[in-house]
């Protein structure tokens, strides 16, 4: 059976072949939304480039499908529309669905970690805004601390990585998965797998390479390869105690801003340009092996 992913992509190949007048109202209704600048949009000169454009402005994702609707709906482009709405009945969520899984999500969580577990998470998340060593004496359940990761704003429905590292540094692996399937479900994340069905280039072993052997250097490639200093800011806030997980972050940032662009040569090339030759030469031995 084809998954979310798959029949996301499907639905909105579909759109490739709106062109002509329809094609440039479709811009125009993006513009008029408010949320694209006119500017944006002078480049984009076909379906597949603009809808590429909306999910990078958060219109239009696996889970949410309703601007699209609305917009092949005053186009009149009914089939279109249909298979949309047909998508939308079977795969997208609404925000209540979601956030009340998440809430479940952390119930659970705190029903299963004992006094032990909470006490490591309060010392995992020490170096978080806000964790003081007097607000963290005050925090008796894991609830109490999902509720200070929130308000640093390293947690939340759309953002659970952070709750995934911790469940894993405490040997948690069970919830951790519960994590991962939160997040394949709720908010369309299944890592590289669902990037190699957008046609992106499954750099797996790559990465293990780098986050192996990179250690503190991580920050140092990541800026060769153009990750801004606030993504950079950010990956250190949200695993301020995992070196591995902050490197590997970077580099899913690097690939999905540079989507086909992010290829095993360009990430050897940069290794280079920074002298991690022999981070290099083991990523070359392993692609000819």
Not at 14 to 40: M, P, T
Not at 72 to 82: A, F, P, T, V
Not at 90 to 109: M, P, V
Not at 258 to 284: G, H, P, Q, W
């Amino acid at each position: 059976m084809a998954g979310k992913s798959f029949e996301y992509t499907k639905v909105l190949q579909g759109l490739a072949l709106v062109g002509g007048s329809d094609f440039e109202s479709w811009k125009h209704l993006c513009a008029k939304s408010g949320n694209i600048r006119k500017a944006a949009l002078e480049d984009i000169d076909n379906p597949l480039q603009l809808i590429e454009l909306m999910e990078r402005k958060n219109l239009l994702s696996e889970n949410d499908v309703s601007m699209l609707v609305s917009i092949m709906q005053e186009l009149g482009r009914i089939e279109q529309s249909n298979k949309l709405v047909e998508y939308e009945k079977k795969w997208a969520l609404t925000k209540e669905t979601q956030t009340t899984k998440y809430n479940d999500l952390l119930t659970k969580f705190d029903h299963s970690l004992n006094d032990s577990e909470v006490q490591q998470l309060k010392f995992l998340c020490r170096n978080y805004p806000g964790f003081t060593p007097d607000k963290r004496a005050t925090m008796q359940t894991s609830l109490e601390i999902f509720d200070h990761l929130e308000r640093a704003i390293v947690l939340d429905e759309n953002e659970t990585s952070v709750l995934k590292d911790l469940m894993k540094q405490i040997g948690r692996l069970e919830l951790a998965k519960d994590v991962e399937t939160y997040e394949e479900k709720y908010q369309g994340k299944s890592g590289l797998i669902d990037a190699q069905q957008e046609g992106l280039e499954d750099l797996r072993e790559e990465f293990d390479v780098v986050v192996k052997y990179i250690g503190r250097n991580w920050r140092q490639l990541a800026r060769r390869l153009r990750v801004t200093e606030a993504d950079i800011d950010c990956i250190m806030v949200k695993h301020p105690n995992n070196l591995r997980e902050q490197s590997r972050e970077s580099l899913k940032i690097w690939q999905i801003n540079n989507r086909s662009a992010a290829t095993k040569a360009a990430l050897i090339s940069a290794l280079r340009k920074c002298e991690f030759n022999y981070i290099a030469d083991v990523m070359e031995k392993k692609i000819t092996e």
